[in-house]
């Protein structure tokens, strides 16, 4: 197992194109969060999967983004006519299931609108 | 909703000597986890130690531990024989009760460790 892998690495798109980003967890774990990332601050809660199922969603996320995790293993996170202020380090992180606390990071897709 | 706040923007410390990392935060819950993750530079962020609310004791890792005081809210990390490889910016992060789990990061602190 070689941990949560995300895909692309970076990402660079102009203002008003689409992007998709795709997280493979750690194959077993049924839980699976996002949060994103701006420069110099702590990651901040997007949304969270258990299974294939969509359990919270923060106000961050905007009518824009979209995140499906259709079979319960990978996930992807869209963006739509994505903004300038969209400019950041997105992150997926799974956790192995309930009872369970450390959660287990990617190295993060970075996305720069231009 | 919680509220986490790292009050050190930046720290240094001189290698093998001790350096402690603040934290703070708020909440109405009585059980509950508090973490501190380490993210280096270009790096995934990982686990360095957990603390569960209910136990007094403090967590201890190796050469990293926490000093937790439950009434006051606050939960330190102190490295000890600070090494190179503990550059990083470090994040304390409460763990919500109920079932999603999700993490709420403070702000970071970024460890500087001169050789």
């Known amino acids: 197992d070689t941990g949560v892998s995300q895909d692309p690495r970076h990402k660079i798109t102009k203002r008003g194109q689409n992007v998709t980003f795709r997280c493979d967890p750690i194959?077993?774990?049924?839980?699976l969060y996002w949060y994103r990332q701006t420069l110099g601050q702590g990651p901040e809660f997007l949304t969270y999967f258990q299974n294939e199922a969509q359990l919270e969603k923060s106000r961050l996320l905007s009518d824009r983004f979209s995140a499906e995790r259709p079979k319960g293993s990978f996930s992807t996170l869209e963006i739509q006519r994505t903004e300038q202020g969209d400019s950041a380090m997105y992150l997926c992180?799974?956790?192995?299931?309930?009872?369970?606390?450390?959660?287990?990071f990617g190295q993060g897709t970075r996305l720069t609108v231009v | 909703a919680q509220t986490v706040t790292q009050s050190q923007p930046e720290m240094s410390v001189q290698e093998a000597e001790t350096v402690t990392l603040s934290c703070t935060y708020d909440?109405?819950?009585?059980?509950?986890?508090l973490f501190w993750y380490k993210q280096p530079p270009s790096r995934q962020m990982i686990l360095v130690i957990r603390q569960e609310a209910y136990k007094q004791q403090n967590a201890t890792e190796n050469r990293f531990s926490v000093n937790f005081q439950k009434a006051a809210k606050s939960f330190s990390l102190k490295i000890s024989d600070s090494q190179l490889g503990d550059a990083a910016m470090y994040f304390c992060a409460p763990l919500t009760s109920g079932n999603t789990g999700k993490l709420i990061f403070g702000q970071g602190t970024t460890l500087q460790v001169k050789p």
């Open positions: 992180a799974s956790v192995l299931g309930e009872g369970n606390t450390e959660a287990f």
């Open positions: 194959s077993e774990h049924n839980r």
């Open positions: 909440t109405s819950e009585s059980d509950y986890y």
